[in-house]
């Protein structure tokens, strides 16, 4: 039962991302050939709004659902960690036509082949895992 706001939450986010359509592959394929800026429109808000809100919670010193401190910890930055990953993030983008995030929406839209990227997505994922020592972090 505690778990069913995360459901809602979902919900509300899907409804939010089919409205907005975000989950488009034509606004998708629009912003990838510069022809409307609808999609930077909503990445550049969601960008701008993750600003703000860390800096409230690095500010106020917000604490998690279950109490414990919010750590943002920096990261070193590296060439070949942003080049790896961010060329298997666009593969991905370009051949599935959608960003890894609404996939959920996708499917619960009717389009049952998001089925395979969702599978996709896992298998990635444990790979990740399994492989995470040998990668360049």
């Known amino acids: 039962m505690r778990k069913i706001k995360f459901l809602f939450a979902g919900l509300l986010l899907g409804i939010i991302f089919t409205k907005s359509e975000v989950v488009s592959w034509y606004r998708i394929y629009e912003m990838f050939k510069f022809k409307s800026f609808h999609m930077f429109g909503i990445i550049g808000s969601a960008i701008i709004t993750g600003i703000i809100i860390i800096q409230v919670i690095k500010k106020r010193r917000i604490k998690s659902i279950n109490g414990t401190s919010i750590l943002f910890t920096p990261k070193q ?52 895992g399994y492989f995470i020592k040998k990668l360049p972090h």
Not at 106 to 116: D, E, M, P, T
Request: proline fraction near 4%; charged fraction near 5%; glycine fraction near 18%.
């Open 77 to 128: 930055i590296t060439w070949k960690r942003y080049l790896f990953g961010g060329t298997i993030f666009g593969l991905g983008w370009a051949m599935t036509g959608a960003c890894p995030g609404p996939i959920f929406t996708l499917v619960g839209n009717g389009y049952l082949s998001f089925l395979v990227v969702v599978f996709s997505a896992l298998i990635g994922t444990f790979l990740y």
